[in-house]
């Protein structure tokens, strides 16, 4: 059974640091390319930030550009959200997501190339 288990979310003043994680336990998670979205309240799921396979290639919002450091540990099948300079308009729950075919080694910016998901953790920036 295939699970993604985010942890690190809470709340945190802005300008503060968080550092997210997702255990994977895909059999073929080095295959997978791995990704974070987030979403609002009362908001559509926005994409974050994804991680190709080989974590050669590397893809980030606009909106977290610069702030945010996705990176993946193959040998622990865990992929990791740092994320510096939070700023409340980034309170929003987190989800781990994980395309088990990234043949181009390319990465996926679409919620529909995401066959697992996690449950979420909740991320809140005060002001």
């Known amino acids: 059974q295939v699970q993604l288990v985010e942890s690190g979310g809470g709340l945190v003043q802005a300008g503060g640091s968080l550092r997210l994680s997702c255990a994977v336990s895909?059999?073929?998670?080095?295959?997978?390319?791995m990704a974070w979205f987030r979403q609002a309240p009362g908001k559509e799921r926005e994409f974050v930030t994804t991680i190709s396979r080989s974590g050669g290639n590397i893809y980030y919002a606009g909106s977290v550009k610069g702030r945010f450091t996705i990176s993946r540990d193959n040998a622990k099948n865990t992929v990791y959200l740092q994320m510096n300079s939070l700023k409340p308009e980034d309170t929003a729950v987190y989800y781990c997501?994980?395309?088990?075919?990234?043949?181009?080694?390319?990465?996926?910016?679409?919620?529909?190339?995401?066959?697992?998901w996690g449950q979420g953790t909740q991320v809140t920036v005060s002001s």
């Open positions: 997501a994980a395309d088990s075919s990234d043949p181009l080694d390319s990465g996926a910016q679409s919620d529909s190339d995401y066959d697992y």
């Open positions: 895909l059999p073929f998670f080095s295959r997978s390319a």
